[in-house]
């Protein structure tokens, strides 16, 4: 992609009419999701999901391979069936609606370009199934080259762009129908990492421009943490977690949703004490007992889980002050990841436990080296409860 290409997109073209968010209920729920379920033999891909996204918002489905996205999001446009529920986009109710009667488009993993066609035609094509009058045909497919910037590319071959570039015209092509849900899989699969990075933010401008409404699946947790207005975690074909980037990573509501958003530091033990304010937690991993800065609802003794963030844990050299959330070990392995380092301490009683300590941090302290002895803590408000 060239520089031209990935920059800022000042110069994008106006939004397509028609397609401003609203307000109210309508707004709110503007695709509804209600009790699906989809069924291969007796394998069930979809189980009773639930969901409401808002109209103009950059939604996405976040999962490992087999979780029921994909299926989920195959559902809305209408190439797969469904077994039982409703799904309503605007308030209409698309059972009866075949995929072409949809308004809903979809941009594909491969981006499916014809490769026989220039740019243009292949943005033109969709349109010209749909009997566009060649005039408002050549207006509308010329917005939406300008919208993500590939207008002086229109008479080239799709052989003849880069990956980003070719994403592009897959873009100008599903939003140039101007579809009330635009749905994505996997956008960015097909990038290179770097590129991939600086499409995310270009993408995002884009849709926040036209101000469409977006669906989309990925099982990059970076690249839905980017872009996504709010996300939901899927497992077996059923929703664990919903709420924004923020909300699911730092309080996931599982062990489940803790491991997959990024990487943490479980610790299993069991209450001690429980207050409105605070919850102790004894735990064999480390001589001193757990403490959170706020209650739980369970008895005393109840099996609990504490998840702690690797940028939540600061390493030193001395013994730490307090009777709580420290612990003692050995530097077993260092990763440099250029604007900070990733420390695995093993823990006198066999824990390993990862710290992310930024490269400024280091600057301020006598580094620890493969082989060290130190220690490892966190306050009391980084700890999650986990109960399940």
């Given at each position: 992609?060239?520089?031209?290409?990935?920059?800022?997109?000042?110069?994008?073209?106006?939004?397509?009419?028609?397609?401003?968010?609203?307000?109210?209920?309508?707004?709110?729920?503007?695709?509804?999701?209600?009790?699906?379920?989809?069924?291969?033999?007796?394998?069930?891909?979809?189980?009773?999901?639930?969901?409401?996204?808002?109209?103009?918002?950059?939604?996405?489905?976040?999962?490992?391979?087999?979780?029921?996205?994909?299926?989920?999001?195959?559902?809305?446009?209408?190439?797969?069936?469904?077994?039982?529920?409703?799904?309503?986009?605007?308030?209409?109710?698309?059972?009866?609606?075949?995929?072409?009667?949809?308004?809903?488009?979809?941009?594909?993993?491969?981006?499916?370009?014809?490769?026989?066609?220039?740019?243009?035609?292949?943005?033109?094509?969709?349109?010209?199934?749909?009997?566009?009058?060649?005039?408002?045909?050549?207006?509308?497919?010329?917005?939406?080259?300008?919208?993500?910037?590939?207008?002086?590319?229109?008479?080239?071959?799709?052989?003849?762009?880069?990956?980003?570039?070719?994403q592009r015209v897959a873009l100008a092509r599903s939003l140039v129908k101007r579809p009330k849900l635009l749905l994505l899989d996997e956008p960015m699969s097909a990038l290179d990492k770097q590129i991939r990075q600086r499409t995310q933010i270009e993408l995002v401008n884009i849709l926040d421009k036209v101000g469409v409404t977006c669906m989309m699946v990925t099982h990059d947790?970076?690249?839905?943490?980017?872009?996504?207005?709010?996300?939901?975690?899927?497992?077996?074909?059923?929703?664990?977690?919903?709420?924004?980037?923020?909300?699911?990573?730092?309080?996931?509501?599982?062990?489940?949703?803790?491991?997959?958003?990024?990487?943490?530091?479980?610790?299993?033990?069991?209450?001690?004490?429980?207050?409105?304010?605070?919850?102790?937690?004894?735990?064999?991993?480390?001589?001193?007992?757990?403490?959170?800065?706020?209650?739980?609802?369970?008895?005393?003794?109840?099996?609990?889980?504490?998840?702690?963030?690797?940028?939540?844990?600061?390493?030193?050299?001395?013994?730490?002050?307090?009777?709580?959330?420290?612990?003692?070990?050995?530097?077993?392995?260092?990763?440099?990841?250029?604007?900070?380092?990733?420390?695995?301490?093993?823990?006198?009683?066999?824990?390993?436990?990862?710290?992310?300590?930024?490269?400024?941090?280091?600057?301020?302290?006598?580094?620890?080296?493969?082989?060290?002895?130190?220690?490892?803590?966190?306050?009391?408000?980084?700890?999650?409860?986990?109960?399940?």
């Amino acid at each position: 992609m060239s520089s031209d290409q990935s920059g800022a997109l000042a110069g994008a073209a106006a939004p397509f009419p028609g397609l401003n968010a609203e307000v109210g209920d309508a707004a709110e729920n503007f695709v509804q999701i209600v009790d699906i379920v989809k069924k291969f033999g007796e394998t069930v891909a979809v189980n009773e999901v639930n969901l409401s996204v808002k109209k103009g918002e950059l939604f996405a489905l976040l999962g490992s391979s087999g979780c029921g996205k994909s299926t989920l999001l195959r559902m809305l446009a209408g190439l797969e069936s469904i077994t039982s529920g409703k799904i309503l986009i605007d308030g209409e109710d698309l059972a009866q609606l075949p995929p072409y009667r949809r308004p809903v488009n979809m941009m594909f993993q491969s981006y499916a370009l014809f490769p026989h066609m220039t740019v243009e035609a292949n943005v033109a094509f969709g349109l010209k199934q749909e009997g566009v009058p060649k005039s408002e045909l050549k207006d509308r497919v010329q917005t939406a080259l300008d919208l993500v910037q590939m207008g002086r590319f229109a008479k080239r071959k799709p052989h003849q762009l880069s990956g980003g570039q070719q994403q592009r015209v897959a873009l100008a092509r599903s939003l140039v129908k101007r579809p009330k849900l635009l749905l994505l899989d996997e956008p960015m699969s097909a990038l290179d990492k770097q590129i991939r990075q600086r499409t995310q933010i270009e993408l995002v401008n884009i849709l926040d421009k036209v101000g469409v409404t977006c669906m989309m699946v990925t099982h990059d947790q970076e690249e839905a943490m980017t872009m996504a207005d709010r996300l939901a975690v899927m497992s077996e074909g059923e929703i664990v977690q919903l709420g924004t980037p923020h909300e699911v990573y730092e309080f996931p509501n599982s062990r489940f949703s803790a491991e997959f958003i990024g990487s943490t530091n479980l610790f299993d033990g069991n209450v001690v004490e429980d207050e409105p304010d605070h919850v102790f937690i004894e735990t064999p991993d480390l001589p001193v007992r757990l403490y959170v800065s706020h209650g739980i609802t369970g008895p005393l003794g109840m099996p609990v889980t504490i998840s702690v963030r690797p940028e939540r844990i600061a390493i030193t050299r001395k013994p730490p002050e307090g009777t709580y959330n420290w612990g003692k070990g050995v530097v077993t392995n260092i990763a440099y990841m250029g604007g900070y380092s990733l420390y695995h301490v093993k823990l006198d009683a066999g824990k390993t436990v990862i710290a992310n300590v930024t490269s400024l941090a280091l600057t301020e302290i006598d580094p620890p080296t493969w082989g060290d002895e130190v220690y490892v803590r966190w306050s009391a408000s980084a700890g999650v409860v986990l109960t399940s």
